[in-house]
């Protein structure tokens, strides 16, 4: 079964995507780790160095490499990928696309306690994070909307998660 965990900076897809691999005991697998590993440089490093068109057409890349090379993983996706290059398409031609649909509010907390490691938020105070998460969320609804299950990662255990997961397979 092919995974895709998809959301916005800060749903959780990590950690839920570690718990939800060894639940189902398959491989996880992180796509800005793995773009990390390809150009042996940070996320951050990448689009402050190479732009953010460069990094999305890596994106694209990796999740291709990753998908043709392995047919059972869970994928965290960064929370842009399901927005470029007919990613989310993609995607749901390959496996189940899971949207990790979580509430603003706990976004903004997460992201504002979180370490200063993505981009395209660093430097913005709190009102500023609330009014991007707002009109990005607003952006990105389109694509996201078109994952196969959507799921707010709060109101589920792990185990009822993978039980859903499971009837799909
Ligand atoms: C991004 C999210 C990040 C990372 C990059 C761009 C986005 O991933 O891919 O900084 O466009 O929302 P996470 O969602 O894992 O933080």
Redo the contacts with the bound molecule.
Sequence with gaps: MKIFLI?????G??TLGKLLADELKTSFI???ER?EQDQGMS??RI?GEKG?DF?REL?ASVLRKIVSGKTDFVL??????P?FHQNMAYMNGQGITVWLDTPREILAERLLSAPD????ISGLSGEQLISFISE?LEQ?AQWYGQARLVIDSSNFTIKEISRKLKAYA
Excluded at 76 to 81: D, K, L, Y
Excluded at 117 to 120: A, E, G, I, T
Aim: glycine share 16%; charged share 25%.
């Design positions: 959301g916005f900076m800060g749903s897809k990590t992180d796509l800005d773009i996320v951050s689009f953010e990094f994106e965290a996706c960064g929370g842009g990928t927005c490691q993505r981009p395209l990005r990105r």
